[in-house]
């Protein structure tokens, strides 16, 4: 077998997938918003975040995408960008591995919302739903209190992908592979990326470095069980349209991520009219919308002691 690159699977697997300590911070890394948000609404800011992050998704699936530049003149290697969406870091009793689907069975985005894990999809009748329309079905997360308050098991589940990677293995292939979880691992793990809609609305003055700092460790590691470590790609979106991003490590550098963050941002607030007077996404809703899915976890009384440890 002849690698691409003489160094990168080495890299990737003894750097990265060997190690066995928490990803959260000794691994994964987090990205910023611009100093202020276009918009206070929460389901607007998400549902723009998402459109965008599904164009540069799909640009990236017809290789429209141009190369970020070194020096003004070298064309960096793009390879990393082909599993940016559509990947997860599986934990392993030894070593991780990075599973990643197919681009036509990531259609839909995780969302995460109070303990409560959702299926939201980005496509429709063979087309990319609008801002408008995903700030239809973020909404409907949003107000989906039906069903009361959580268990604490489920609500501190997520922290289990920010426990010791052989502790998470033991968990995941003990309780986690039943039937039902199974299908909700596999929505959460197949998804594009991970959306988080969070409680906290923090706030950031450039002038103030203390609370440069606290919005800098929140969007790295969250309160510990809002965020699922494992995925590539996470935006959360706070109740002040605030928003902050994760992503872990392994699979891609830095820079092509930031790629994604600045067309996102760029097109959302800049050169695209994403917003109407009342911060919300302009655009007709043309889907028949249905309520997003809610993914079910099946949690034993012995799973919820090891998720506890975990948090």
Known sequence: LVSKNYVSDWWEQYVYLRGRSSIMINSNYYTMDTFQSPTSCQAARAAAITYQISQFKSNIEMERIDPLIAHGC????????????????????????????PADKSRHVAVLRRGRFYRVPLTFGGRHLNAAELERLYQMIIDDDENGVVSAAQLHLPSVTAANRTDWFEIREKYLLTEENRKTLSAIEDAAFLMVLDDDSPKMDIADNDSVATVSSYALHGN?????????????????????GNAEHSWADAPV??????????????????????????????????KPQRLQWDISDECAVEIEKCH
């Open 257 to 290: 991520v930031g790629h994604m963050v600045e067309f996102m941002l760029l097109h959302e607030i800049v050169w695209d009219d994403t917003y109407d007077e009342d911060g919300h996404c302009k655009g007709k809703v043309m889907a028949s919308l249905r």
């Open 74 to 101: 070298v064309p960096l290697c793009m390879n990393q960008y082909k599993r940016m969406f559509g990947l997860t870091r599986v934990p392993g009793r030894e070593q991780d591995q990075l599973v990643h689907v």
């Open 224 to 244: 510990g069980c809002n965020r699922w470590f494992d995925k590539s790609v996470t935006i959360a979106v706070h109740t002040n349209g605030r928003l902050v």
